[in-house]
């Protein structure tokens, strides 16, 4: 996989977020025989913070596991799709050296994406909790092999 450069998102580093603060912003492009198929990025936090909604004195943490955490999003060339390029990236992209102390990886999905939530479960990710959160977002979740310092 190819690593570019974090344009807009480059912005968020260094900022908090619902209770984490953002480290790094990773994007990598897909290659398949040297064409671009896919897109994935990877906001990285100092922790994993459980969102739960707003409260009158900013986010509400429900939960804080602390753990670097690595939060993506990801795409594949609708031409290309049904062919494991996701579950590949996905695989690859944990195995990345540019993000070797990301401890947990996370993904939030849209409860109706069923391709991208068969894809996380087919890369090895598993629910976090069987309720969605407070925005009715499913998270799902996958501790890097080996990697889990605290
Ligand atoms: C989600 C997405 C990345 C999947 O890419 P892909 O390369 O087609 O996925 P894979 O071929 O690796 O398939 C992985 C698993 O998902 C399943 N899957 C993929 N597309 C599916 C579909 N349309 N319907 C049902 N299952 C689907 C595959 O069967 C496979 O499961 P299996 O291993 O149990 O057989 C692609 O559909 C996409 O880019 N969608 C739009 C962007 C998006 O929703 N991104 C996720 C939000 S972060």
Redesign the pocket.
């Known amino acids: 996989m190819a690593g570019g450069d974090a344009g807009n998102a480059e912005g968020a580093v260094g900022t908090d977020f619902r209770g984490a603060r953002q480290t790094a912003a990773d994007h990598f492009l897909a290659l398949a025989d040297g064409v671009p198929v ?1 897109y994935v990025d990877c906001g990285t936090f100092d922790r994993c913070a459980v969102y739960g909604g707003e409260g009158d004195d900013g986010p509400i943490v429900l939960e804080t596991i602390e753990a670097i955490t690595g939060a ?5 060339d ?1 031409a ?9 990236m996905i695989r690859a992209l944990i195995d990345h050296p540019d993000l070797s102390t990301v401890e947990l990886f996370e ?1 939030g ?2 409860p109706e ?4 939530r ?2 996380l ?2 890369a090895g990710f598993h629910l976090r909790s069987a309720e969605p959160d407070c925005e009715e977002m499913p998270y799902y979740e996958l501790w890097a092999p080996d990697r889990r310092a605290r």
Do not use: Y
Request: hydrophobic share 35%.
């Open positions: 896919g993506i999003a990801f795409t594949i609708p290309r799709r049904r062919q494991g390029l996701a579950t590949s993904a999905v849209e994406n069923r391709p991208s068969r894809t479960e087919a």
